[in-house]
């Protein structure tokens, strides 16, 4: 069984009025982190942004690689860094989806939510229209609820 879903990118030019708007109706939280923030750093953030879960939302973005012509997903030190904060658990703490109609509140956001950074981290997200399949699907879900695990574990409830 295949489902078929839509990434939407939002262009860079128009995140700006796309953040602001998406701030005020979902009252949304960006988190831009770098590729070289430690583990200590990334655990420190999940334990103050947890203290914010059912308030807010959280999108990653990463910064200094605005001007890069490639995807994240194709940049080796970003795949690195994505499989790092999934193996933290740290997509817990991320909206499900910000691309995938039906997963996302809102689609289109220019940031990544758990789905997209597992999809960058595995080496299975393209841009465009993709196809995402039941077994896909349920990998991922699956790698969620670990990481729901390790966030658990590390706020120790």
Not at 99 to 127: I, M
Request: include cysteine; charged fraction near 30%; charge should be negative.
């Amino acid at each position: 069984m295949s489902e078929k879903y839509d990434f939407k990118w939002v262009p860079h030019t128009e995140c700006d009025d796309f953040r602001r708007r998406m701030i005020e109706k979902y009252d949304l939280k960006w988190v831009p982190l770098t590729v070289d923030a430690t583990d200590d750093d990334l655990r420190c953030m999940m334990k103050d942004m947890s203290n914010h879960l059912g308030k807010t939302g959280f999108i990653l973005t990463v910064n200094d690689y605005d001007d890069d012509p490639r995807g994240l997903y194709e940049i080796p030190e970003c795949v690195k860094f994505f499989k790092k904060i999934v193996d933290l658990g740290f997509i817990s703490l991320l909206e499900l989806s910000t691309t995938v109609d039906g997963l996302a509140k809102f689609s289109g956001c220019p940031g990544l939510g758990a789905l997209e950074v597992w999809l960058c981290a595995t080496g299975h997200f393209s841009t465009g229209r993709m196809e995402i399949s039941h077994d896909l699907m349920s990998e991922f879900l699956e790698v969620l609820e670990n990481c729901n695990d390790k966030l658990r574990k590390l706020l120790e409830i």
